[in-house]
């Protein structure tokens, strides 16, 4: 092996770590001039330069090779022929950090900026002692309130609130984004807790009374019921025409299966007697609060019917963002361009120092 391969050998390190640099800076960055990446030839060129000079300069002068017929040249020698070559060496790895710092690799970083266009919601839900009846399991009372629990846990970005009413209406829960407070005061609710009879005018009116000074851009009821309007001092289309000035939205649910149902017809102590009842839905004043708020009327005969009834809300007031995206770019050539100007200064080093003192 000849000198002039043996000088390869320091440029070949040198243009690997470049290759190196390159593919680390490909892999994670993006390139805002990759045209200059072209100027990468200019170390090729150098390398080439440096062997056509060599062999030229050997063609007149003592040649030597690793291994020759008469002699072996020790690792000394070896080395000490080496040398010299280094600090060129270390010029081809500055020239290909610098082109790769002059191609300005760059990072992104994506931010985004969220807004919800907000949905209140407020469940006012029967609590009549016929939403004990059995056409539903164990209840209709208990079934409409597993469904409504589905209901918030799945609709973790709306602020949702719940009265309850029977003769009367209060508010169990006002408006929140804590799930964990909705669906706790839904499981605590049950029949008995005022007078007696289905004020359905009342609990509309309650309803629309928490919503009446929110800001959401989308405000919505959901009206549940098994029967017929009968106590309250509201009518339910006054209070219907009361959420159409509030721009409210009400979807009404008429619990109850389609001819008789095992209902309780008097309480005796703490328990209930039951017996076969005709199962009566005001369905027309349902209707007319649904269709003159612009929401919709559904009828619920079983469960799973009035589960479909609430994953059609959900579809029906999906909750709206608006995103708005960044692209933020880091200019990440500095490492590369110190690195490249490090390494021409260790090559200044090394020939006028080092170099020099050895030789």
Same mark, same amino acid.
């Given at each position: 092996?000849?000198?002039?391969? =043996?000088?390869?050998? /320091?440029?070949?390190?040198?243009? &690997?770590?470049?290759?190196?640099?390159?593919?680390?800076?490909?892999?994670?960055?993006? =390139?805002?001039? /990759?045209? =200059?990446?072209?100027?990468?030839?200019?170390?090729?060129?150098?390398? &080439?330069?440096?062997?056509?000079?060599?062999?030229?300069?050997?063609?007149?002068?003592?040649?030597?090779?690793?291994?020759? #017929?008469? #002699?072996?040249?020790?690792?000394?020698?070896? =080395?000490?022929q080496l040398t010299p070559e280094i600090p060129f060496a270390f010029r081809t790895l500055a020239i290909g950090l610098l082109v790769v710092a002059s191609a300005r690799p760059q990072s992104s970083s994506s931010v985004e900026d969220l807004t919800r266009e907000g949905i209140d919601i407020?469940? #006012?839900?029967?609590?009549?002692?016929?939403? *004990?009846?059995?056409?539903?399991? /164990?209840?209709? *009372?208990?079934?409409?309130?597993? @469904?409504?629990?589905q209901f918030v846990e799945e609709r973790p970005n709306d602020r949702i609130g719940v009265v309850a009413y029977e003769g009367e209406a209060f508010t169990q829960i006002p408006l929140t984004t804590d799930q964990r407070v909705v669906m706790n005061g839904i499981e605590s609710l049950e029949t008995g807790l005022l007078e007696g009879g289905t004020a359905i005018g009342m609990g509309l009116a309650t309803a629309v009374n928490r919503l009446r000074d929110s800001e959401?851009?989308?405000?919505?009821?959901?009206?549940?019921?098994?029967?017929?309007?009968?106590?309250?001092?509201?009518? /339910?289309? $006054?209070?219907?025409? *009361?959420?159409?000035?509030?721009?409210?939205?009400?979807?009404?649910?008429? @619990?109850g299966t389609i001819g008789k149902a095992r209902s309780p017809v008097r309480k005796?102590?703490?328990?209930?007697?039951? $017996?076969?009842?005709?199962?009566?839905?005001d369905e027309e004043t349902l209707k007319g609060i649904a269709s003159s708020t612009g929401g919709r009327y559904f009828r619920a005969t079983n469960q799973s019917k009035l589960e479909s009834i609430y994953e059609e809300i959900d579809a029906l007031e999906k909750t709206r963002f608006n995103v708005l995206r960044y692209n933020q770019r880091t200019e990440e050539f500095f490492p590369f361009a110190l690195a490249g100007l490090l390494v021409l200064l260790l090559e200044f080093l090394l020939n006028h120092l080092f170099i020099r003192s050895i030789l």
């Open positions: 092996m000849k000198r002039a391969l =043996w000088i390869f050998v /320091p440029h070949a390190v040198a243009t &690997l770590m470049v290759g190196l640099a390159l593919r680390y800076a490909h892999q994670h960055f993006e =390139w805002e001039s /990759p045209h =200059w990446l072209w100027a990468g030839l200019l170390a090729i060129f150098h390398v &080439l330069l440096r062997i056509w000079k060599t062999r030229r300069s050997t063609q007149t002068g003592l040649q030597w090779s690793w291994q020759t #017929s008469e #002699s072996r040249a020790s690792w000394r020698q070896q =080395w000490h407020i469940l #006012s839900m029967d609590l009549s002692a016929s939403m *004990l009846s059995k056409d539903f399991n /164990p209840n209709r *009372l208990e079934a409409s309130k597993k @469904v409504a629990a959401a851009k989308s405000k919505v009821i959901i009206l549940l019921t098994d029967g017929v309007n009968n106590a309250g001092q509201i009518e /339910p289309m $006054d209070a219907a025409q *009361l959420a159409q000035l509030n721009d409210i939205r009400v979807y009404t649910v008429g @619990v005796i102590g703490n328990d209930y007697q039951y $017996d076969w009842i005709e199962v009566k839905i």
